[in-house]
């Protein structure tokens, strides 16, 4: 009889929440040994190869705005913790504010994010009308009774080198790799002593990482644990328009639309709508959303963008928490070896480098020590008491 393989912690998913999973366990615990199973390493529909790779402070829930932090601080020395050999990986960080933008109705609770934002210590200005139009002559301020300005810590980075580097430095310090779709767990007592792949192959582990992202709710259900958290199409459009906008943040439009630089480009997108919710087959991009939606509000809100063309479009799933629009870290309590990093809506490829230390910090640690994520765990779930984000793009 041949024994199958054994490893402390078997992590399904090798996006760049799995990645960051398996760097920060073989930092913190180098002995303990670490199998990423990924089914698919070119990565053409996770998530993190199709993001937007944004980051931001302006959230409503104070953990967000501490994982974002920590996480902003690691992406800037990212080239040094994760160089392997003495190179040092590229992950273009360009630290630019998110500007969000409030109709008057919307200005009560943009003020009281705000002050909830200060006082976890994230700097962003109030802007009138006026303010606004002084600091970007570009911008129609019609229905804008007040914006947000991130002054730091926000901006967008490259997020598929920062999955590559992750990956890089974790098979570096000793985590393994694998090529193989998992199907199944092997249960006894309520423990998961193994997993199974489709190629006939299992592996036995001490413990398990869901960072299955936008699938993470199947692997959950092979322990027969439900998890709301559903894959959800989000498109983005890549645009050129003939006019400069000299220093444009990431703007986020009263109607939700949002759009910032990309190089000498600019990309576009929209919340996601409920119609997209299950839309676990289809990548398709949704150009009707573009004509009827994007730019509509595009034009009205940069005058410049009348002439914008539309050069290049795709879509990726977000992995939508459809309880509240929140990630879900820790430990599953009825499976007590099954922990989740999982459910972040829209907003994981910034968090990933808090939320893989989170995770590694309660393996090894038994609790999360830098940014404290006991308000993310899976018990509020299995109650019903959501936490909710209401920042949500
Ligand atoms: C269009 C778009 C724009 C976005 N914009 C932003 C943004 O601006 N800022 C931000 O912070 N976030 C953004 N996000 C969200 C962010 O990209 C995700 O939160 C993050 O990438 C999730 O990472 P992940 O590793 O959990 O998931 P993924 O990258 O999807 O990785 C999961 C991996 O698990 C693998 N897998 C699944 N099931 C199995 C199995 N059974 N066996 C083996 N492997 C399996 C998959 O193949 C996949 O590679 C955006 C997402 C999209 C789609």
Redesign the pocket.
């Known amino acids: 009889v041949i024994r199958p393989e054994t490893f402390d912690v078997v992590i399904?998913?090798?996006?760049?929440?799995?990645s960051s999973v398996a760097y920060h366990l073989k930092l913190l615990a180098p002995q303990l040994s670490v199998l990423v199973?990924?089914?698919?390493p070119s990565?053409r529909l996770?998530?993190?190869?199709?993001?937007?790779?944004?980051?931001r402070q302006q959230f409503s829930t104070p953990v967000n705005i501490a994982l974002s932090r920590h996480s902003f601080a690691f992406l800037k020395d990212a080239g040094e913790r994760l160089a392997v050999d003495g190179q040092a990986p590229e992950i273009g960080l360009v630290e630019r504010g998110y500007l969000y933008l409030a109709s008057a109705a919307q200005e009560p609770a943009l003020r009281q994010a705000h002050a909830l934002q200060r006082a976890h210590g994230a700097d962003i200005e109030l802007l009138s009308p006026a303010g606004l139009e002084e600091r970007f002559p570009w911008l129609n301020t019609a229905g804008v009774a007040l914006g947000s300005l991130g002054q730091a810590g926000e901006g967008w980075f490259d997020?598929y080198g920062l999955l590559q580097a992750f990956r890089r430095k974790a098979r570096a310090l000793g985590a393994a790799f694998r090529t193989?779709?998992?199907?199944g767990f092997g249960l006894e007592r309520g423990r998961i002593v193994s997993v199974r792949c489709t190629d006939g192959s299992r592996v036995e582990c001490g413990e398990v990482v869901n960072?299955?992202?936008?699938?993470a709710a199947a692997?959950c259900r092979w322990a027969g644990v439900d998890l709301p958290v559903q894959p959800r199409r989000?498109c983005?459009f890549v645009l050129e328009s003939p006019t400069a906008l000299p220093g444009c943040p990431l703007v986020i439009d009263p109607s939700g639309v949002y759009f910032r630089p990309e190089g000498a480009r600019y990309i576009a997108g929209a919340p996601p709508r409920d119609e997209d919710a299950g839309r676990d087959g289809t990548l398709e991009v949704d150009h009707a959303l573009f004509d009827e939606v994007l730019w509509p509000a595009l034009a009205h809100r940069v005058p410049a963008f009348e002439a914008l063309r539309q050069v290049a479009a795709w879509?990726?799933?977000?992995?939508m928490n459809t309880l509240d629009q929140n990630a879900i870290i820790g430990r599953v309590p009825q499976v007590p070896n099954l922990l989740l990093v999982n459910g972040?809506s829209?907003?994981?490829?910034?968090?990933?480098p808090a939320a893989g230390l989170a995770l590694a910090e309660i393996v090894v640690h038994g609790a999360a020590r830098t940014v404290d994520v006991e308000p993310l765990g899976f018990e509020r779930i299995a109650a019903g008491r959501p936490l909710r984000e209401l920042n949500v793009i």
């Open positions: 399904v998913g090798g996006g760049v929440m799995g199973l990924e089914r698919d990565f996770a998530s993190s190869a199709l993001s937007a790779s944004s980051i997020g193989a779709e998992a199907c960072a299955a992202g936008p699938h692997v989000h983005v879509a990726g799933f977000y992995e972040f829209g907003h994981g490829i910034q968090q990933s």
